[in-house]
């Protein structure tokens, strides 16, 4: 089984076949940030994907996480150290006034064509991530202690991660050789593209 947690508005229509099949979980949605540690605790995994938030939040409960393979997509330790924390809450101000039009702004951002509605409370939830963009940090990363398998993914184009830090958290993780995936893509990694690197990395058909 696949175990997909998403980014921030990373909704399950962003990966259609993914979310149909696997275990698709959206942080600030279906799971708040301070249900992650039991969440990890409780299940063993065979392949888990974490992008953006997600991978934050896998990076910040990592020694909780039992997982045969973990792929993190342009994953971070502190987003205000890439995006200024003004732009967060000019964005949050942007979003409980015009939350459609904040939306597409940020999905053309990262390189996704997409409109969404979100409803009242998915507007409110969205805020509240935000706030929690605005203030979870790490100072210091946590071994994996029980995967065996870690991979980070990075698209060239992200407008919203830089490069160095995924070659930092390379460093601090003693990833080997081949465990950093460059890709021609922004900040959202396309799900076809996805699946192959999955299907490659592990040599088995995610679904």
Request: glycine letters at 4%; charged letters at 20%; aromatic letters at 14%.
């Amino acid at each position: 089984m696949l175990t997909f947690i998403s980014g921030w508005a990373g909704w399950p229509n962003l990966y259609p076949l993914i979310s149909q099949k696997g275990n698709f979980v959206v942080p600030f949605e279906d799971l708040w940030p301070r249900d992650f540690p039991q969440f990890f605790q409780q299940n063993q995994f065979h392949l888990l994907v974490a992008w953006s938030t997600g991978a934050h939040l896998c990076l910040k409960y990592l020694k909780a996480i039992k997982s045969e393979y973990l792929f993190l997509i342009a994953p971070f330790k502190d987003f205000s150290q890439h995006i200024s924390p003004l732009w967060l809450q000019k964005t949050k101000q942007n979003l409980l006034q015009n939350p459609s039009f904040t939306l597409h702004k940020f999905y053309k951002r990262i390189g996704v064509d997409l409109n969404f509605s979100p409803t009242p409370t998915q507007v409110e939830n969205l805020a509240e991530g935000l706030n929690f963009l605005l203030t979870s940090r790490l100072t210091e990363l946590s071994k994996p202690q029980n995967i065996k398998h870690l991979y980070l993914l990075y698209g060239q184009r992200d407008k919203l991660i830089s490069a160095e830090e995924i070659t930092r958290l390379a460093a601090e993780l003693e990833l080997g050789q081949g465990k950093v995936i460059l890709l021609d893509q922004g900040h959202f990694l396309p799900q076809e593209q996805l699946l192959h690197v999955l299907e490659e990395k592990t040599n088995c058909c995610c679904f």
